[in-house]
C-alpha cells in the first residue's frame, strides 16, 4: 500500500482537507475506485467531465452519524424528496435507506441542468447491541432523523479506556 492511499487529501487537484470514506462493500463501486485509483497513477492531474458526471452524486444522500452512550442518530439529507419516496429497512445490523428522487418538471431537453433525478440507495451497517424495534424516524425540512437505541447490555459493556501521556 503506497503512503498516498493513506492520505485521501494529497491527491493533486483535491483541496479538500478530509474526505468521507464509503464503507460500501458493493464490488461494482469497489471496481470503479481501483479504475479511479489507477487512472490517477496513470493521469496524474486529468480529471475529465465524464468522470466528474459520475462521482458528483455517488454518495446520495449525504449522512450525518453520531454515537451516543443511549442511542445512535443518522441524520439523512433529502432535498427535494418526499416522505413517502423513502423506505428504511433494518436487516440484522444492516440499516439501508433507499427511495426515488421525483423530476417535478415536466419539459425535457429544455437547456443545461445539474439537478438530478432517480433512484438512491445507502447502506450503513450498525455497530452490535441495538434495538432495532425501538427505532425510529421522523422526516422533516428534507433531513430524514433516525433513532436507534443502544442496548441495555451495550450500553453496559461499554466503558472508556484512559489514554496515560508519557
Do not use: C
Not at 77 to 95: A, M
Not at 102 to 115: A, C, H, I, L, N
Not at 122 to 145: C, H, M, Q, W, Y
Amino acid at each position: 500500500m503506497a503512503m498516498r492511499d493513506l492520505m485521501p487529501w494529497g491527491r493533486p487537484g483535491n483541496n479538500n482537507s478530509v474526505v468521507a470514506q464509503d464503507q460500501s462493500n458493493d464490488p461494482v463501486r469497489s471496481l470503479y475506485r481501483e479504475m479511479n485509483r489507477l487512472f490517477d497513477d496513470l493521469f496524474p492531474g486529468y480529471r475529465g467531465p465524464a468522470l466528474e458526471q459520475l462521482t458528483r452524486y455517488a454518495d446520495f444522500p449525504k449522512l450525518e452519524i453520531s454515537e451516543g452512550d443511549k442511542e445512535i442518530q443518522i441524520s439523512a439529507e433529502l432535498p427535494g424528496v418526499h416522505e413517502d419516496d423513502v423506505e428504511i429497512t433494518l436487516d440484522n445490523q444492516l440499516l439501508t435507506i433507499r427511495g426515488e428522487k421525483k423530476s417535478s418538471v415536466e419539459e425535457k431537453d429544455k437547456g443545461y441542468s445539474e439537478r438530478s433525478y432517480g433512484l438512491f440507495e445507502r447502506r450503513i451497517t450498525l455497530p452490535a447491541g441495538t434495538e432495532a424495534d425501538k427505532a425510529s424516524a421522523s422526516f422533516e425540512n428534507g433531513v430524514l432523523t433516525l433513532k436507534i437505541p443502544r442496548s441495555a447490555e451495550a450500553i453496559e459493556t461499554t466503558r472508556h479506556i484512559p489514554i496515560n501521556a508519557k
